[in-house]
């Protein structure tokens, strides 16, 4: 599978819409001209689905987003790269712009895109929008990309960024054949105050019977998932992180520690300051990683190299993800010389976890 770690985070979400709209448009088309050929749509990132005219101010659609709007509609959505795909004998029929195509079904080997960003393979995002809770959420990249789906008419994201429940999108991991690592919510956080408990206990259901896939499980509601831990069904393919951006929040590692899941780790981005010591007991993994964006706030070096050291000498697993800044592939993810890609085994020891006994930290209030 090619990845497109430098492509920058438009890439997971036009992937996201091609599932959402391959699901939907599953059917054979019947009123094919020619039976043999499938309307395929294959993106291959040449630009983005939507921009600003710089001419008139407004929103302007790119192929991606025509791609949903035509009718009779695609059987399939790939995202890939051209050069990967076996051409057919009588070669490419272009229709309505250069991303469509009419590629013979027994020919064509189709390449899907993995997510953009560095520590995952895909994304799953049964619930979308957020509020903002503590000051890594100052700069939201989703809320950002919540906005450009809305103006494009993404269903997903009529609602813009506020809290939405999607239903239909509970199963899409149950689909996915191939193992892979999930980001779950990369728009939301599955914990948000206005979550029904219910409908995380289905997402966790659906996790639990995708066990050849391995979620990933992101939040800055420490306080709500402590809380709720005990009613979790904590399957090993479940792993569960905390996102901690400075001194003051790092309570939630506290949290994480004393939840009942199997795999726990940190992603520590944006890092906004030094965050100084660090319990990592029962800590399985650490990510770090600067802001992108035109309003990203900087990221010394010095606070990376600290924490580093700490997992070195905790022997857990350090990932870096990105320094960041308003151009993320020009600055890169080398620290020292060299790119930290370390993950966490897949097996891992509970009797550590267990040897912290029942300690239990006081919850506080945040904005959920």
Known sequence: ???????????????????????????????????????????????????????????????????????????????????????????????????????????????????????????????????????????????????????????????????TLHEHALSMPLRWKKAQNIFVNSMSDLFHRDVPAQFILQVFEVMAKAHWHRFQVLTKRSSRLLKLSSDLSWQTNIWMGVSVESREYKFRIDHLRDTQACVKFLSIEPLLGPLGYLDLKGIDWVIVGGESGPRARPLQSAWVVDIREQCNEARVPFFFKQWGGRNKKKTGRHLEGRTWDQMPAYTVDHRAHQSLGARRYPLRREEE
């Open 1 to 163: 599978m090619e990845r497109f770690d430098t492509i920058g985070y438009w890439s997971e979400v036009k992937l996201d819409i091609v599932r959402d709209h391959a699901t939907k448009y599953s059917t054979v088309i019947e009123a094919q001209k020619r039976p043999r050929f499938e309307h395929i749509y294959v993106d291959a990132f040449a630009g983005a689905g939507i921009h600003i005219s710089r001419t008139t101010g407004k929103f302007v659609r790119g192929s991606p987003l025509n791609a949903l709007l035509v009718r009779p509609p695609f059987k399939e959505y790939h995202l890939g790269v051209l050069s990967l795909l076996r051409r057919s004998e009588a070669g490419f029929n272009y229709h309505s712009g250069a991303h469509f195509r009419q590629i013979q079904k027994k020919r064509a080997t189709l390449m899907a895109a993995n997510s953009a960003i560095e520590w995952t393979n895909s994304t799953w995002n049964p619930l979308t929008g957020c509020t903002k809770i503590s000051p890594g959420c100052s700069n939201c990249y989703a809320e950002r990309m919540a906005a450009r789906l809305r103006a494009m008419g993404q269903p997903n994201y009529a609602n813009g960024f506020q809290l």
